[in-house]
């Protein structure tokens, strides 16, 4: 079980979560279509955004009084230099199941985080807004310039 847990980031993620909410959680062997069960009684259902290897999964409590998701993006590096990539992440709160973007390169991703470059120095704008089952979340922007 130790080897599992060192081979998938995501496994040892949830196997935490679930000793510190007294939840409970079962990992198949990290080969190719392995799997990650997590359970527990505070969570209706979980929601599992991003794409590999950078994913989180998300508790959905039941009862209804939701909220959607508000976002705080950051870039790292903030400021990056001529032809360096920035990732571009939405932090975001509330269970997002999908994420809009717009500015530059990350106009159309769904995905919770973006990279991009830039040629010349230049200062560009981004915008992201989460989705959850509540509905979409109010825009959040971050300037990125490149020097």
């Given amino acids: 079980m130790l080897k599992t847990i060192r081979d998938s980031t995501l496994a040892r993620v949830c196997l935490v979560a679930?000793?510190?909410v007294g939840a409970s959680a079962a990992i198949a062997p990290a080969a190719t279509g392995g799997t990650v069960s997590y359970t527990s009684t505070a969570c209706s259902s979980f929601t599992l955004s991003?794409?590999?290897?950078?994913?989180?999964?998300?508790c959905v409590t039941s009862g209804?009084?939701?909220s959607t998701p508000t976002c705080a993006p950051t870039a790292k590096p903030a400021a990056p230099a001529i032809l360096q990539s920035t990732t571009i992440s939405a932090n975001c709160?509330?269970?997002p199941t999908s994420y809009v973007w717009s500015g530059g390169g990350c106009l159309g991703i769904t995905a919770s985080s973006c990279t991009v470059v830039k040629s010349k120095a230049v200062s560009v704008t981004y915008t992201v807004q989460?989705?959850?089952g509540m509905g979409q979340g109010n825009p959040a922007s971050i300037t990125v310039s490149w020097h």
Avoid at 50 to 58: A, K, S
């Fill in 50 to 58: 991003g794409t590999p290897p950078n994913q989180t999964l998300n």
């Fill in 130 to 132: 989460a989705v959850n």
């Fill in 18 to 20: 679930a000793m510190l």
């Fill in 93 to 95: 709160d509330s269970g």
């Fill in 64 to 66: 209804g009084g939701g």
